[in-house]
């Protein structure tokens, strides 16, 4: 048996990661349709025809880095050992606080509605959607909804209250939709 096959799936692997380095930091510095497959390449320190050897377009590589975003999301929070609904959301605060400048030039390009369809796609999978019974899908809908848009008021307010803090506010919004009921 060869080592080959190993090792070109780590050569891929590297290569994808070089990619997705490279789209977040030009995100982070130039308008998404203003980024070019130059560019890509540049940054990643790769040419163009490797590019095209892996990818059909740049939005493939966009989604391809949204997935390995949430699935390290994911990871952060599985990691966290969360028992109740408040550290899920100091867990997923905490994940987004270290990546802020990443979320904030998705924000800027508008990208935000696609990171959310990924996020969206990839939950049913997630220990989030395990907190809930399986039998009432709508209170895991609502809650993976109140958190995204609990996100996006933190980065329209700045992004400036800490996990702990945006944990605390989603508590204090599940006490006012008990006590409204």
């Given at each position: 048996m060869t080592d080959k096959p190993i090792v070109?799936?780590?050569?891929?692997d590297q290569t994808h990661?070089?990619?997705?380095?490279?789209?977040a930091q030009l995100?982070?510095?130039?308008?998404?349709?203003?980024?070019?497959v130059s560019a890509l390449a540049n940054r990643a320190g790769l040419s163009r025809r490797?590019?095209?050897r892996h990818?059909?377009?740049i939005d493939q590589l966009l989604e391809e880095l949204l997935g390995a975003e949430v699935a390290q999301l994911f990871?952060?929070?599985q990691k966290a050992h969360p028992k109740h609904f408040q550290e899920v959301?100091?867990?997923?605060?905490?994940?987004?606080?270290?990546r802020l400048s990443f979320l904030q030039s998705l924000a800027v390009n508008r990208l935000l509605p696609r990171l959310l369809t990924v996020l969206t796609q990839?939950?049913?999978?997630s220990l989030l959607a395990r907190m809930f019974p399986q039998t009432e899908p709508y209170i895991y809908a609502f809650a993976a909804g109140g958190i995204w848009n609990l996100m996006v008021a933190w980065l329209q307010a700045g992004a400036v209250d800490a996990p702990a803090v945006m944990a605390q506010k989603a508590r204090l919004v599940a006490k006012h939709l008990v006590a409204i009921m």
């Open positions: 070109r799936v780590q050569q891929v990661e070089w990619f997705q380095e490279a789209l995100l982070q510095q130039t308008p998404y349709q203003q980024i070019t490797t590019f095209y990818y059909v377009s990871k952060a929070i959301v100091y867990a997923y605060f905490d994940y987004w606080q270290a990839a939950t049913n999978d």
